[in-house]
């Protein structure tokens, strides 16, 4: 298995592009979410899916879209970039809503100028 | 949601035992207590988990005080390669019967040689 996969690894945005952090995993979990990281602030979760057509947002949902048309993609969408959205962003996946272990990915790390 | 408590930072030396401690003064009786770990900027890494009873696996043991208001993880014999950031967090309920990790600032432990 290759568990959780994120792409891209690194990316440089302008303020006002848009751009989509895919995720993926093959270990057929239910649970996906979106964490970022920001420097002194540990990780704060942005949106997270319960199963295939269902989402829903977290602690710091303003700015980003998601959707879940399949059990093993979580794309984070975001709508118009903005320097505030610097940062490092995670995907987890876990096998019964959060309940159990759930499993990061390596992250990708965003800039926006 | 339930906060913890971590010293910013932890020296140890390699081969000894590591002895992180987290304060969960405000946890309720049905929340879990997880320890992750960061290695450098990779993703987090699952360590341990428990309620209220002792845990120990292959990587370290987890002591939860009988008033649940503070727990001890134990890196029983600390290598170079368990220099890392642990986090310890409060799994709490979220809506839709999903579960979500707090994340504190955690610990940044580093084992000397």
């Known amino acids: 298995n290759a568990g959780v996969t994120q792409t891209p690894k690194f990316q440089v945005l302008k303020t006002g592009q848009s751009m989509t952090l895919q995720c993926a995993q093959d270990?057929?979990?239910?649970?996906m979410s979106w964490y970022r990281q920001d420097p002194g602030m540990g990780l704060r979760l942005i949106h997270y899916s319960v199963g295939a057509g269902i989402t829903d947002q977290g602690e710091v949902p303003n700015g980003y879209n998601v959707s879940r048309s399949t059990t093993e993609d979580f794309p984070l969408r975001l709508l118009s970039a903005a320097p505030s959205q610097t940062s490092v962003y995670f995907c987890a996946s876990s096998y019964n809503r959060g309940t159990d272990t759930q499993y990061f990915g390596p992250g990708t790390r965003l800039t926006v100028l | 949601d339930a906060k913890t408590t971590q010293p910013p930072s932890m020296d140890c030396a390699e081969g000894r035992a590591a002895n992180l401690p987290c304060n969960h003064s405000t946890i309720s009786g049905n929340e879990y207590v997880y320890w992750y770990r960061q290695i450098h900027s990779q993703g987090p890494q699952y360590i341990i988990h428990g309620l209220k009873n002792n845990e120990t696996n292959e990587m370290a043991s987890l002591i939860i005080t009988e008033d649940r208001k503070s727990s001890t993880l134990i890196l029983p014999h600390a290598t170079l390669r368990d220099t890392a950031v642990y986090y310890c967090i409060v799994r709490v309920a979220y809506i839709q019967g999903a579960q979500k990790l707090v994340f504190g600032q955690g610990t940044r432990l580093t084992i000397n040689p």
């Open positions: 270990m057929n979990h239910e649970y």
